[in-house]
């Protein structure tokens, strides 16, 4: 009776304990299901209980235009009807300072609106876009703020006095900035006439990384996940390879949905497994997910998989986790790709070198990033 209603409070909270491998050698432990490692927090606890607003139901009789007939005229120019659109961007006075400021970026927005001006920052350098989506964040509020100091305490707004207000915006934004400029003449002269510091970039550093071999005795696994959206469908993919650099064999397979994150991790425990049903109990495990590297290190994997993880582990003899670069762990990322287009918990396993995989990574072989 007691396991039952368990099992019926266990459902109401979305958790089946049927998909959780547990083990019952280990003393139970409590598990906050909000966070993924299952460790409380205040943080969690938090949104959990906090009120969520609800829709109410008479908005749509009470904003009519038939009750609220009378239309107010814009405090900065007392000219057009007060809304949204004119006060921020058709209001001369508001107009004025965009346009101020398009002079400044060196920048021409042909229909002007929210969207247009936050995407015109895309085809600026790093730094200058902190500053442009900085001007037009800050700049909105700015306005906002100028018509009601004009309409409740009647103050003189004047385009001086708000040109110097923006102004501060930019010497605020460039300590914070970590972007960098393009080292050229336009961006140069942006930036002195903003009258902010310069942030030069630095030259390109270009690192390599090579594929070791494993010992001699020990198989190395090549491990990788993928999902198809974050979370999304998703699947995991791992590579053997001894000590020589020959492919002893691949596995693919497919899983429900899932975050990268989890993928990675189950890549990882999957390879584990498969490498004791074959007898390769020295094993060093390679991934690009230099987060789940640490968490298996550290012992602080996700908890619904502490108990697979924690039988894996006992069917080694010895086992090292490391990380690598992507640029050097391709042929798991395709294996994985291959495993997110599969049905979920389908098995694919390859003997050897599989056909598909055309390209594997050379042993001592460099590949190159651009940092």
């Known amino acids: 009776m007691t396991a039952s209603l368990g099992k019926t409070c266990m459902l109401r909270l979305g958790v089946d304990i049927n998909n959780i491998k547990i083990n019952t050698n280990k003393v139970g432990r409590r598990v906050w299901k909000s966070d993924l490692v299952g460790k409380f927090s205040v943080k969690g606890a938090f949104d959990v209980i906090r009120p969520k607003g609800q829709t109410i139901w008479w908005s749509k009789y009470l904003y009519r235009k038939a009750i609220h007939s009378r239309t107010a005229l814009c405090r900065l120019c007392s000219k057009g009807v007060e809304t949204l659109t004119h006060l921020f961007w058709n209001c001369p006075f508001s107009s004025s300072l965009w346009s101020w400021l398009e002079t400044l970026f060196n920048v021409c927005i042909v229909e002007r609106n929210l969207k247009s001006l936050l995407l015109a920052g895309d085809t600026m350098s790093p730094y200058l876009k902190d500053l442009w989506i900085r001007a037009i964040w800050g700049g909105t509020k700015l306005i906002w703020h100028a018509r009601n100091k004009k309409t409740f305490k009647d103050h003189i707004i004047t ?7 923006w102004s501060k915006l930019f010497y605020d934004t460039a300590f914070l900035s970590k972007g960098r400029m393009y080292n050229n003449q336009s961006d140069l002269g942006i930036l002195c006439s903003l009258g902010v510091p310069l942030h030069p970039s630095k030259n390109t550093v270009i690192k390599s990384y090579s594929w070791k071999l494993p010992r001699k005795g020990e198989i190395k696994i090549n491990t990788d996940g993928a999902a198809r959206g974050n979370p999304g469908k998703g699947g995991i993919g791992c590579i053997f390879r001894d000590c020589k650099g020959n492919v002893l064999g691949t596995l693919a397979k497919g899983l429900g949905l899932v975050t990268n994150y989890t993928a990675k991790c189950q890549a990882i425990i ?9 007898g390769w109990l020295i094993a060093w495990v390679e991934s690009d997910s230099k987060a789940a590297v640490e968490a298996f290190n550290s ?30 762990n391709f042929s798991t990322d395709k294996i994985a790709k291959r495993g997110a ?25 460099e590949y190159f990033r651009f940092c």
Do not use: Y
Request: charge should be positive; charged fraction near 30%.
């Open 159 to 165: 385009l001086d006095k708000e040109k110097r207000k």
């Open 270 to 278: 999957h390879g584990v497994v498969s490498a004791a049903s074959n």
């Open 299 to 328: 012992n602080n994997i996700l908890w619904n998989l502490e108990t697979e993880w924690g039988n894996a582990k006992k069917s080694m003899k010895q086992i090292r986790i490391s990380s690598n670069w992507r640029e050097a």
């Open 341 to 365: 287009h599969m049905h979920d918990e389908l098995c694919e396993i390859e003997v050897g070198r599989p056909a598909f995989l055309t390209k594997i990574e050379v042993p001592m072989q």
